[in-house]
């Protein structure tokens, strides 16, 4: 699983280089896609809280980039709500360099831990993900509807995208959209595609 590869390639010092090769393949694909006119696509790529740490980390994928025709905005940084970014000056300076480059940055898993109203408050976010936990029981349960919905109105006002993850029924989409949720992430639309048929998906339904 892709938490267990992740685990394995921190603890082998790999890390850095799988980044790099995950954030090219991004790129690559963008590139792909630009080149047979889809141009209105980002590409959200999940780092690492040990990525985050390598001080070259931004100025590298800023070379990544210029080796391909796309340009910082089309690139969305991925971080997960878990990790302690307040409490790295590393880190911070880094997340920093990141929105400085023009890169967007998004919060994963936003909800599922204490911080999250922390963060928002040291970082502005272009989207928060709500963590699948809270959309998986959306239906059944009432608790978690009042907290998306907060979620929602809450992004709303801080000018975020709201992404509600894990929504696999139309009616989890529907009741989301009732809250204001726009964004929808699940299979509900399509199980992880790899890029030839990602770009056969969007032409088909543009």
Excluded: W
Aim: net charge negative; charged share 30%.
């Amino acid at each position: 699983s892709p938490p267990l590869a992740i685990a394995l390639a921190e603890e082998a010092g790999l890390i850095d280089r799988l980044g790099d090769v995950i954030f090219e393949k991004a790129c690559k694909d963008l590139q792909k896609m630009k080149s047979i006119g889809i141009n209105d696509v980002t590409a959200s790529v999940n780092v690492s809280v040990m990525q985050l740490e390598n001080d070259n980390f931004t100025s590298r994928l800023g070379e990544i980039i210029a080796d391909h025709d796309i340009r910082f905005t089309d690139i969305e940084i991925e971080v997960t709500e878990r990790l302690s970014l307040t409490r790295n000056l590393k880190i911070t300076r880094q997340i920093e360099e990141i929105q400085k480059s023009g890169m967007k940055l998004a919060m994963d898993d936003f909800g599922a831990g204490h911080g999250s109203l922390i963060y928002l408050k040291e970082y502005n976010f272009n989207t928060i993900k709500i963590d699948g936990s809270l959309v998986r029981e959306v239906m059944a349960n009432p608790t978690c509807r009042d907290i998306i919905s907060s979620i929602v109105s809450l992004g709303k006002t801080l000018n975020c995208r709201v992404v509600a993850e894990f929504v696999e029924e139309e009616e989890q989409r529907m009741l989301l959209k009732k809250f204001g949720c726009e964004f929808y992430q699940g299979y509900l639309f399509s199980k992880a595609l790899p890029i030839e048929e990602v770009l056969e998906y969007i032409q088909e339904n543009r």
